[in-house]
């Protein structure tokens, strides 16, 4: 793989099954068995394993597998100024299941902080990695969409053109801070732009008295605002799925409605789309991807269960895909992470590694 630099030809998205040491050492802690330093402890060398099993598989890039985090987008939104964690009356529905029963509230004016606990991560897994240091964090929208105006203080934001402004802004505040913690590939993970094609979705917006029309543009203007702050040496990628607990879902309907918004609107320098199931439609909409440097990562891998896919069957489908966008602009990557909660997915450790160089091999033969 010549044209080494991100999005990479064999990507993945960012979370990874929690080992057995992790799982036992914050189940000790949650019980004040064991301090603060120890999980640290225990968390630093179990990242440290990853990252050389990441290494190993012939990625070129690493994360930290989320391993200090219980969800994939709270702990970010919850250290940010302006941002409470609450407790609910039930958790977010999945189809069979739903999590545990935690949410976020902006209660202040948006900003963020200095000393947001994730650049630390940042450097503990860039001092660490031989590869590229890859960190992921959720979208701006993500902080809107779930929880609407009814989550956000009226005393405080009234008008929801200032919390959008504010929303870019601080977005834009965090792709410098981890510039300068030394980060050049960052994440947003959004499942947003997947609900705005879901019918379900979009009825339940219109239900809490929203206009779900007019959220695409929105989010787009305030992505956009964050993004002005990236750096020429930067690299900054969205993923996008439908939803990602115990193995099971939240929406389905294919990009079309967003495809050309999300694909040529936003300045995004990669685009990670679940392509697993055909929940997630057609791969007509990569016919929106801009000739030149931006790349689609098809997530044609399925982090959902153990059965390792087969090549043949990847390699058509890239070829499907390449009918639609350049191939030199196409990547190959789990349609999404193995553990978007701390919970992870319905598979072994060793499945989700045969998986990720399974990516390798492939991402090897076809873009040789």
Not at 85 to 105: C, D, M, N, W, Y
Not at 270 to 297: I, M, Q, S, W
């Amino acid at each position: 793989m010549s044209d080494s630099h991100p999005p990479f030809r064999a990507d993945m998205v960012g979370s990874l099954l929690r080992s057995t040491p992790l799982k036992e050492a914050r189940a000790q802690r949650a019980q004040n068995a064991i301090t603060a330093d120890r999980l640290r402890a225990v968390e630093d060398e179990e990242i440290k394993k990853i990252i050389r099993r990441q290494e190993d598989a012939g990625l070129e890039l690493a994360t930290d597998g989320e391993f200090r985090r219980s969800w994939w987008h709270f702990d970010f939104l919850w250290e940010l100024k302006g941002c409470e964690r609450v407790v609910l009356a039930h958790g977010i529905q999945f189809h069979g299941t739903e999590t545990k029963p935690e949410s976020i509230r902006v209660s202040g004016k948006i900003d963020f902080p200095a000393d947001h606990p994730m650049l630390q991560h940042f450097k503990f897994l860039q001092a660490n990695s031989k590869v590229t240091a890859k960190m992921t964090i959720p979208s701006p929208s993500v902080l809107h969409f779930r929880g609407g105006r009814d989550a956000i203080s009226k005393d405080v934001y009234p008008d929801l053109d200032e919390y959008f402004e504010d929303l870019g802004r601080t977005w834009g505040k965090a792709v410098q801070a981890f510039y300068a913690a030394g980060c050049r590939y960052l994440q947003f993970d959004d499942t947003v732009w997947a609900y705005l094609c879901s019918k379900e979705q979009m009825e339940m917006v219109r239900a809490r008295g929203e206009d779900p029309s007019r959220l695409p543009s929105i989010y787009a203007r305030t992505i956009n605002a964050a993004l002005k702050q990236k750096p020429a040496d930067m690299t900054i990628t969205t993923h996008v799925c439908r939803g990602n607990f115990r193995s099971t879902w939240i929406s389905e309907g294919g990009y079309e409605p967003v495809a050309e918004l999300l694909l040529g609107g936003i300045a995004y320098d990669g685009y990670f789309l679940e392509y697993d199931t055909e929940r997630a439609g057609g791969l007509e909409p990569l016919r929106f991807l801009p000739k030149g440097n931006k790349r689609v990562v098809v997530g044609l891998v399925t982090s959902k269960s153990g059965s390792l896919e087969n090549k043949d069957a990847i390699k058509r489908r890239l070829a499907e895909a390449a009918k639609f966008a350049p191939l030199e602009q196409l990547c190959l990557s789990p349609q999404c992470g193995f553990a978007s909660t701390e919970e992870g997915n319905i598979l072994s450790e060793e499945q989700q590694w045969a998986k990720l160089g399974l990516i390798v091999e492939i991402a090897r033969e076809v873009w040789r």
